[in-house]
């Protein structure tokens, strides 16, 4: 018997490569695009470790060219469901006994299967099914997905290790136990690390899934499921169920055996998930775990000192990376009267060398945005910019869907504070820009914090020290991930662990041990040695 202590190392951060002109990463990355392009691939759910195949088929689409599918993948059905539910809860007893060593090892093997072997396949499959150029599919297809499976293992060995005190004559110790059931976990379409993440976290602590992947990145989605099988997790503690979500979430949220839901998406979808899980309260073995991050209006704050450079290479970047379409991509913006006029002509200068179009061409810094209904979204509020008396287009504004969801860097500059595109979440390449007067900071800074329901992500530039943290103490509320002089994305696993409150989530922050700790459910154990003979204490003889 092993019984030796093992405690997993802080690890260090998985290298970016940089994929220059003729290196070997880039050649490999080509070469799969192109072998992933000429196959029809036909993806199954993946239940107990077997493949089913429903015959209920969706096409997979590439967003920046949509006439040119990449195959098709099939929907779940009640069937499925109920045998996805079947083969969760008989893996989860031999899962959850596994020692967490045991876990971490097979879940460590996945982050080197993605460092090596299937690097350029996983960023392959994230390029062409969610239309990330080379750096963004790198960072998280491959770079956040490996860290969030290797700093896991550390941050586990510090949940483990704590341990209460024993007093004399007794021994106490704290089991951290798996949930009592499955967990449904639900991923979005924007970060293949996420859509692993979700799973692996549970996982890791000895609980069993059922996972909704988004139908914008089943390619991606299914690779990774395939690389988690190969790594050695046993039939049935992650099943694989593509399909239609309201259909999927009332079977699965009525289940007495949900124990929990880890969950990245929209606000109305989790807020329809909390309200199944009230209305099916009574049936449940315990109280399910709900762990989400939802929505985000994330913002920039300009304090008059900041350097306008700075604050403008950080609006271009936190605002039209991977089209917008990130949790945390700046959407609003506070700036200055005395500095608006500069911050505008170095982002315009930025946006006149910007190209856009296919994942292909590595010179284009903007992509596709994800689909059909995505587009079209986008491309109202912009319309209805367009149409407003108090707001103006400063830069792009123009779209088109012929062949590929194609929508340019646009900036709105409204007169209004609290305009509809300063309030509402769109999830596209959209900045709107208010302008403030110096002298009104205070009330600038009030509209900030209160214009909108979330709190997901922000950042405050200034070079007036004291007059930032003044800052950073008033929008102490305002964002669950802060950031000081810097674009409002692009938080490392281990560095700055993510997540937001308000209407953007529970803020239980992935990448750290405070996600980990609500996938356990902790056991107090005393053991007492010498043990009372006398029903009567000393006071009373």
């Known amino acids: 018997m092993n019984n030796s202590i093992y405690r997993f190392p802080l690890p260090t951060n998985e290298p970016i490569l940089s994929y220059l002109a003729g290196s070997n990463e880039r050649k490999a990355l080509f070469a799969e695009i192109e072998r992933l392009k000429g196959l029809q691939h036909e993806v199954p759910c993946i239940i107990g470790g077997k493949e089913y195949f429903t015959g209920n088929t969706t096409d ?191 079977r699965i949220m009525k289940d007495t055996n949900l124990a929990g839901v880890h969950f990245t998406g929209s606000n109305n979808t989790f807020n329809t998930l909390w309200k199944q899980v009230g209305e099916n309260l009574s049936s449940y073995k315990s109280y399910p775990r709900l762990v989400g991050e939802t929505g985000g209006k994330d913002f920039i704050f300009v304090h008059p000192s900041a350097d306008a450079q700075e604050v403008a290479v950080a609006a271009v970047r936190g605002s039209f990376e991977y089209q917008g379409q990130k949790c945390s991509a700046a959407s609003r913006m506070y700036v200055p009267k005395s500095l608006w006029p500069k911050v505008k002509d170095l982002m315009l200068a930025m946006l006149a060398e910007i190209k856009m179009g296919d994942v292909m061409d590595p010179q284009n810094f903007v992509n596709a945005v994800i689909d059909k209904p995505a587009f079209d979204t986008i491309m109202e509020y912009i319309n209805y910019a367009k149409a407003s008396t108090e707001a103006t287009i400063v830069a792009g504004g123009n779209g088109d869907s012929s062949v590929g969801y194609f929508i340019e860097p646009t900036i709105i500059e409204t007169t209004n504070p609290k305009f509809k595109t300063m309030e509402e979440e769109i999830f596209g390449p959209v900045l709107s820009v208010w302008v403030y007067a110096d002298n009104q900071l205070e009330e600038a800074i009030h509209l900030c914090d209160t214009t909108s329901p979330y709190a997901l992500t922000g950042a405050v530039f200034g070079r007036d020290r004291a007059a930032v943290e003044k800052l950073t103490k008033q929008l102490r509320y305002a964002a669950g991930n802060f950031y000081i002089n810097d674009k409002p994305t692009g938080a490392v696993v281990g560095q700055q662990p993510f997540g937001g409150s308000r209407a953007s989530g529970t803020n239980d922050k992935a990448g750290g041990e405070l996600n980990l700790i609500r996938w356990a459910s902790a056991r107090t154990i005393k053991e007492t040695f010498n043990t009372p003979v006398d029903y009567r204490y000393g006071y009373m003889l």
């Open 60 to 250: 997979i689409l590439m967003p920046h060219d949509h006439q040119n599918p990449l195959g098709k993948y099939h929907n779940v059905g009640e069937k499925e469901l109920d045998l996805a539910v079947e083969a969760a809860m008989k893996a989860h007893r031999e899962w959850s006994e596994m020692p967490y060593t045991v876990r971490a090892a097979i879940l460590n093997k996945v982050a080197d299967l993605i460092s090596g072997k299937y690097r350029a396949l996983m960023s392959a499959a994230t390029m062409l099914g969610q239309s990330k150029n080379i750096f963004q599919s790198e960072i998280d297809a491959v770079c956040e997905t490996i860290d969030f499976l290797r700093f896991n293992a550390h941050f586990a060995s510090k949940v483990y290790e704590f341990q209460p005190f024993s007093g004399p004559g007794m021994m106490n110790s704290m089991e951290y136990r798996a949930l009592e059931g499955f967990v449904f976990t639900v991923s979005p379409f924007n970060f293949t690390a996420i859509a692993s993440n979700l799973n692996n976290s549970p996982v890791l602590m000895g609980n069993v899934t059922i996972w909704k992947p988004a139908s914008t990145a089943i390619l991606s989605n299914y690779y990774l499921m395939k690389i988690f099988q190969e790594a050695g997790v046993p039939d049935g503690v992650i099943n694989f169920i593509p399909g239609k979500g309201s259909m999927i979430g009332r």
